[in-house]
């Protein structure tokens, strides 16, 4: 059994080397233990202080392409070296890496294929209010869109069977970590999560520049996931929600005018109309983008298919 352990790195020389000095080299129920990093664009010494501490393995992007996109050719190069096990940690040493034995222990009893660190937002002191609310709301929202129940979705310290591996697939230039959630979810991966340990604040977050980009790309990135995997229920609701509102309006002007000397209010009629067609409108869109949705979960698993046959024919 091998264990591949990955970090993604832009310009991490800096904290690079404290966090490969606290990886194992033995982890129990693995033969091998390696290393990778994904030097995604760095322009200082990352991959020479990674070389310097004995890193196996280095991804080279010739420019930087964003972690989501680093992380999901970091789990390819995995695969293609050979890894059972890979385990995706933070080149910041945020994750204390003295819990990797209990991150994989689920995948290697076989009752997992995907296992998320749960941090302990509330007593990590540099984490402002904002973001521990950001941190809860974002993970609320992916145990809606996944139907899991895990308590720590942006958590970057994870762990991931093989097969598991093989099926991810991330459309965000962002980050992978809801996404990645929701995905296993939606294919019926086994996914839990363990408690973890955080190492002391080295560096600002590269996420986090200020918490009104926080903010703002947390919300952009929980509307994508409603619309990316909810298509249905996303479009549909807008759209219903529009046709009730005209109709109200609507049945309140007929209502008047059998009633009452309603002569006036054409205004009424015409926004109830602009309503109705609206909602009408955006009821199709559901229609059509749950069917592109099946075509992007038909190519997602011939891509797997393809990449297992890969692995068959080695």
């Not at 059998?258 to 109830?272: F, K, M, N, P």
């Not at 955006?282 to 298919?305: H, Q």
Request: aromatic residues 8%; glycine residues 6%; hydrophobic residues 45%.
């Amino acid at each position: 059994m091998k264990l591949i352990i990955q970090i993604p790195c832009y310009n991490e020389a800096a904290t690079l080397g404290i966090a490969l000095a606290a990886l194992p080299r033995q982890v129990p129920g693995f033969d091998q233990v390696e290393w990778l990093i994904i030097d995604d664009g760095c322009t200082d010494n990352t991959v020479e202080v990674a070389l310097a501490h004995g890193v196996d393995h280095v991804v080279r992007h010739t420019s930087n392409q964003g972690l989501a996109r680093g992380f999901m050719n970091g789990l390819q190069a995995c695969l293609e070296h050979g890894a059972d096990v890979i385990v995706n940690t933070d080149a910041d040493n945020q994750y204390n890496a003295d819990d990797i034995p209990a991150l994989t222990r689920p995948i290697l009893d076989g009752k997992a294929d995907i296992v998320v660190g749960a941090r302990p937002i509330e007593a990590i002191e540099h984490f402002s209010p904002v973001k521990k609310l950001l941190q809860k709301l974002g993970s609320w929202v992916v145990r809606v869109a996944s139907k899991t129940n895990i308590p720590d979705a942006p958590s970057g310290f994870r762990a991931m069977s093989r097969s598991a591996a093989r099926r991810l697939t991330v459309f965000s230039d962002y980050t992978y970590t809801l996404e990645t959630i929701i995905q296993a979810g939606q294919k019926n991966m086994a996914i839990t999560s363990v408690p973890i340990r955080v190492n002391g604040d080295l560096r600002p977050s590269r996420l986090v520049k200020s918490i009104s980009s926080y903010i703002r790309r947390s919300i952009i990135t929980i509307i994508r996931v409603f619309v990316i995997y909810r298509p249905f229920r996303f479009f549909a609701s807008i759209g219903l929600t529009l046709f009730a509102l005209g109709f109200l309006i609507g049945l309140r002007f007929l209502y008047k005018w059998l009633t009452e000397d309603y002569d006036g209010h054409v205004q009424s009629l015409i926004l109830a109309s602009s309503l109705l067609i609206m909602g009408f409108h955006t009821i199709l869109i559901a229609f059509v983008a749950d069917l592109l949705s099946a075509n992007r979960k038909l190519m997602e698993e011939v891509r797997s298919l393809t990449l297992e046959n890969r692995d068959q024919k080695r």
